[in-house]
């Protein structure tokens, strides 16, 4: 910690500002569109209800209607199936969180944010993919609500 200072705080991403409920949202948010192409696929109501309670009906409808998922890297690690409903949330927070982090550049801010949301470790990922996807998140949330988890806090991205 003692190696971050005011200016990695100014240029420091938006989303660790966040009150917790919204830092949630937006990490399950993430998550579901690093597992959407799984998400279409699933038939059974209990794991479709499961991510609609996290994500909400506007969101999980947006994200459902998504015609280009071949242009999201499939590749960024491994994630674990979600064959049950109870796992929905936390997978899909998890997979978020990681994303997150590696939207942070290399440096004393990542690991400081890293050893706070250990053990969750950063997806490995460019940091520009991992900031385009969180901008693409937040233009998916913004397409059906105006109360998206950053759009009243207009900051940095990475």
Known sequence: MSAI???MLETAPAWLAL???KLATLQRQIGALLYAPEIRIWIDGARLNAARAVLGDTFMKTLLALRDLHAFPQDTGTRPRIDSAEHVPT???????????ASIPQ?????AVGAAMAPTAAMPMACEMAQA???RV????????TSSPLSTSPGSIG
Do not use: K, M, N
């Open 5 to 7: 200072d005011w200016e």
């Open 19 to 21: 009150p917790d409920t």
């Open 91 to 101: 997978h899909l927070q998890v997979a978020g969180a990681s994303l997150l982090l």
């Open 107 to 111: 440096g004393a801010l990542r690991r």
């Open 133 to 135: 996807l969180i901008t």
């Open 138 to 145: 937040q233009s998916l949330a913004a397409q059906g609500s």
